[in-house]
């Protein structure tokens, strides 16, 4: 079975330049997660998917980072204008959904470094 | 709020220890709880996790977890470790009918051969 795909794994931007970073799920996953991981600290959820609909973005700084998930399957996570702050590994992970609530995985993919100088 | 606290930031052992990582969570009600380890250069993966049931949790590669709902820890544990065990491990939480994690600030384990 694949895992989680992520690309770019790293990436190097200026702040205020603009950066996205692409995840496709594990097939079949109904649910897809972004989180944050700044350097030593845990992931930190930035936004969750249902297929194409946002369930929990209340975390996601909306001024500056957008996502999407158009098809319900892979997903886009935005951020424009970066600031030196964004510098963090960008997780992506997924799940399925076995049933309204209740027991569940989540399956991460190998993130994207991102680095703002 | 909801909240993982883990308290060790580095823990370094010799082959052979054994091991014990603090995790102590902040729910209310129903919560679910799971210890993932990430190897070097490696994803992000799930050792085990409890969601109902016996409080003693086994997972993969030797690991354990004992649910004490009166302390709200979910300690890990293994016996014995092996300079394979090398890596920073993570305890997260979601509460019974939310799928979103909320994971501590990780210990990064270090196994001295």
């Known amino acids: 079975e694949a895992g989680v795909a992520q690309s770019p794994r790293y990436k190097i931007i200026e702040k205020r330049q603009s950066v996205a970073f692409w995840c496709n799920p594990i097939s079949g996953h109904a649910t897809l997660y972004w989180y944050q991981q700044i350097l030593g600290q845990g992931p930190k959820l930035l936004i969750q998917f249902q297929n194409n609909g946002v369930v929990d973005d209340s975390q996601l700084p909306k001024d500056r980072f957008s996502a999407e998930r158009l098809k319900g399957v892979d997903s886009t996570l935005k951020i424009q204008p970066a600031k030196l702050e964004d510098s963090a590994v960008y997780l992506c992970?997924?799940?399925?959904?076995?049933?309204?609530?209740?027991?569940?995985?989540?399956?991460f993919g190998p993130g994207t470094r991102l680095t703002v100088t | 709020a909801q909240s993982v606290s883990q308290h060790n930031h580095h823990v370094i052992l010799s082959e052979a220890a054994s091991l014990e990582l603090g995790c102590n969570y902040s729910y209310g009600g129903t919560v679910n709880l799971f210890w993932y380890v990430q190897y070097p250069g490696q994803h992000l993966q799930l050792l085990l996790k409890?969601?109902?049931?016996?409080?003693l949790v086994k997972g993969i590669k030797g690991f354990e977890a004992e649910f004490i709902k009166s302390k709200f820890s979910f300690n890990l544990r293994k016996p014995s470790v092996q300079w394979s065990d090398t890596a920073e491990y993570f305890c997260a939480a979601s509460s019974g009918s939310a799928r979103q994690l909320t994971f501590g600030s990780g210990t990064q384990l270090t196994v001295l051969p």
């Open positions: 409890y969601f109902s049931g016996d409080p």
């Open positions: 992970a997924s799940s399925l959904v076995v049933r309204l609530a209740g027991p569940y995985e989540q399956y």
